[in-house]
């Protein structure tokens, strides 16, 4: 590597870092100041989603349709999970589940659905039905049977946090694009999972997707959110980053077929082994196509 190549190497490497770190950490006068970017650092940050690139039907020679499940119980995921106690903690630093959260709720994110399908749209107050189980005590109900007010104190309320996500479902769409010659991936859909929160107290309760969010719709926002990086905490990598970029360990639990899109665990059942290894088999069955190109 000659000088020229290096220093421009290493000038690229700390506008990076620069761009990525906490802002304004070490010239802060008080601890308010911490994060705050000044009106210099926003002009030359110019931050923004990579777009992405207009694809011509034409140009798909290929597609498969996959869902992908993302189980946060593995390490590779905890980036995506974690943190999910915010109290004690900065709040430039939340989970995936608190952003998706937080920006449904001001409204950053308006289209939020039913099903991987994308056909009923939901609003705010039919998944706070979903999030939220309201129940009443036994001495609750003998007030109530006495003809008293019911007192606060004999009200359970139970949401679902960050705390209780298991996973994160993902669709999307795997395409050989003959103009550019390879095989590439497009995300279009997320939802969060966690268990029915009128079961969440049972030993084994059913998983159930909160809902679906459709991802192009979403990707401002999760740019904008950051994710820690274990490796260098001056450079967090942003949720849209890490999904586009599929920094994950995913299974796919689902592929597009003439059964009308049945689940690997609809014909493969109560056989965790079996299943894991169709998952595999789907996904090389996609990696091969690509190679099968190249082969004469």
């Given at each position: 590597?000659?000088?020229?190549?290096?220093?421009l190497?290493?000038?690229?490497?700390?506008?990076?870092?620069?761009?990525?770190?906490?802002?304004n950490?070490?010239?802060?006068?008080?601890?308010?100041?911490?994060?705050?970017?000044?009106?210099?650092?926003?002009?030359?940050?110019?931050?923004?989603p990579?777009?992405y690139?207009?694809?011509d039907?034409?140009?798909?020679?290929?597609?498969?349709?996959?869902?992908?499940?993302?189980?946060?119980?593995?390490r590779?995921?905890?980036?995506?999970?974690?943190?999910?106690?915010?109290?004690n903690?900065?709040?430039?630093?939340?989970?995936?589940?608190?952003v998706?959260m937080?920006?449904?709720?001001?409204?950053?994110?308006?289209?939020?659905?039913?099903?991987?399908?994308?056909?009923?749209?939901?609003?705010?107050?039919?998944?706070?039905?979903?999030?939220?189980?309201?129940?009443?005590?036994?001495?609750?109900?003998?007030?109530?049977?006495?003809?008293?007010?019911?007192?606060a104190?004999?009200?359970?309320?139970?949401?679902?946090?960050?705390?209780?996500?298991?996973?994160?479902?993902?669709?999307?769409?795997?395409?050989?694009?003959?103009?550019?010659?390879?095989?590439?991936?497009?995300?279009?859909?997320?939802?969060?999972?966690?268990p029915?929160?009128?079961?969440?107290?049972?030993?084994?309760?059913?998983?159930?997707?909160?809902?679906?969010?459709?991802?192009?719709?979403?990707?401002?926002?999760?740019?904008?959110?950051?994710?820690?990086?274990?490796?260098?905490?001056?450079m967090?990598?942003?949720?849209?980053h890490?999904?586009?970029?599929?920094?994950?360990?995913?299974?796919?639990?689902?592929?597009?077929?003439?059964?009308?899109?049945?689940?690997?665990?609809?014909?493969i059942?109560?056989?965790?082994?079996?299943?894991?290894?169709?998952?595999?088999?789907?996904?090389?069955?996609?990696?091969?196509?690509?190679?099968d190109?190249?082969?004469?």
């Open positions: 590597m000659n000088l020229k190549s290096f220093l190497t290493v000038t690229t490497v700390c506008t990076v870092s620069g761009a990525f770190a906490q802002a950490i070490l010239n802060a006068k008080s601890p308010e100041e911490i994060g705050v970017r000044t009106a210099a650092q926003k002009a030359v940050d110019n931050d923004k990579l777009e690139g207009y694809v039907d034409r140009d798909i020679l290929f597609s498969k349709m996959t869902w992908e499940k993302i189980v946060l119980d593995e590779a995921n905890f980036p995506l999970y974690y943190p999910v106690d915010t109290n903690i900065s709040s430039n630093r939340r989970s995936l589940y608190d998706l937080k920006n449904i709720k001001n409204g950053n994110i308006e289209n939020i659905y039913d099903d991987s399908y994308f056909n009923g749209k939901r609003t705010l107050l039919d998944i706070e039905s979903a999030l939220v189980k309201v129940d009443t005590t036994e001495y609750g109900i003998e007030q109530l049977n006495a003809g008293e007010t019911l007192s104190e004999y009200i359970n309320k139970r949401s679902i946090t960050s705390a209780e996500i298991r996973e994160y479902h993902i669709k999307g769409l795997w395409y050989f694009d003959k103009r550019q010659a390879e095989m590439k991936y497009r995300l279009l859909g997320i939802a969060p999972v966690a029915d929160v009128n079961f969440i107290d049972d030993a084994e309760p059913d998983l159930v997707e909160l809902f679906w969010i459709f991802f192009p719709d979403a990707r401002k926002v999760l740019h904008e959110a950051k994710s820690f990086n274990n490796k260098n905490s001056s967090p990598f942003s949720f849209d890490i999904l586009n970029a599929r920094r994950f360990q995913g299974y796919t639990y689902k592929e597009e077929n003439v059964q009308g899109d049945r689940a690997v665990s609809e014909y059942s109560n056989n965790a082994l079996m299943q894991l290894l169709e998952s595999d088999r789907i996904k090389d069955k996609i990696r091969d196509f690509e190679l190109m190249w082969t004469y």
